[in-house]
């Protein structure tokens, strides 16, 4: 197994000097001591970096799926489209997996560390590296004054006010028990986490629960099953659940895979 600091030698070697942004998972796992990490991400200021960034990496040896070469040759042909998040993922000569992102917050792209960490969910991944400037910056004290080093984090502080307000997107209000499952399975503390999606799954539950519209009353009850099972800390049925789910499926299939 690649450690962490391994990944991120190996990146910063590859990059350096160059404006990407490195954070997330394994950034995360190498400051929190622990090993486990899906895949390296590395962020970028504009649609020009996301190109230069990737070429730079098949060129050091990097290969794409079928899937990603596709994507590739698109980008190449056509440019990019409109989307809040374009990625391509390669695998490195060392096999380590690595995500290049180009991703856009509220209407502007992600054009520096502070921004790309403050747009992350989870507020245990406010550190990483600027390569530009080869240097590593740690913005948790920073967003989390009192916050003791080493104690639990609850989510990112804009994050976590939408949330506990119940202000939740169908598409994340699906997908973010699943992270939450994948952090947790990594090792990591998120008593504080749970508290604030418990909150606001319940919240967004009882708020579609009066709605006239079928899709909004399954909504509803999948945020209370959701809620539940986190509160219970019944980790095993929400891996297994998320396992499972498809959300492509319709609601109703989608709550039947959380019953």
């Not at 992600?110 to 913005?139: C, H, N, P, R, W």
């Not at 499972?244 to 609601?251: A, H, K």
Request: with cysteine; aromatic share 12%.
């Amino acid at each position: 197994m690649t450690q962490p600091s391994d990944a991120v030698a190996e990146i910063m070697r590859l990059l350096a000097q160059e404006p990407v942004f490195l954070a997330g998972s394994c950034v995360a796992a190498e400051a929190h001591g622990l090993t486990t990490f899906a895949d390296v991400d590395l962020f970028v200021p504009t649609q020009q970096v996301l190109m230069t960034t990737s070429q730079i990496l098949l060129s050091s040896g990097a290969v794409l799926d079928d899937r990603f070469s596709r994507v590739w040759h698109r980008w190449k042909r056509y440019g990019l489209k409109g989307w809040h998040t374009n990625s391509l993922k390669l695998e490195l000569l060392s096999g380590i997996e690595v995500n290049v992102i180009y991703k856009m917050v509220d209407g502007h792209p992600t054009t520096s560390l502070a921004q790309v960490l403050e747009s992350f969910d989870f507020g245990l991944l406010g550190m990483g590296y600027d390569l530009e400037s080869g240097q590593y910056k740690d913005m948790r004290p920073y967003l989390f004054p009192g916050w003791h080093i080493g104690g639990p984090l609850p989510m990112m502080p804009n994050k976590r006010d939408n949330w506990r307000n119940g202000f939740i997107s169908q598409y994340n209000g699906l997908r973010e028990a699943g992270r939450y499952a994948k952090y947790h399975g990594y090792g990591y503390d998120l008593s504080l986490v749970a508290d604030d999606l418990v909150h606001g799954y319940r919240m967004a539950a009882m708020y579609h629960s009066t709605s006239f519209n079928e899709d909004k009353q399954l909504l509803a009850q999948i945020y209370t099953r959701i809620a539940d099972l986190i509160e219970a800390d019944d980790m095993y049925e929400l891996t297994e659940s998320y396992q499972q789910l498809d959300f492509n499926d319709p609601l109703d299939q989608i709550l039947e895979a959380l019953e």
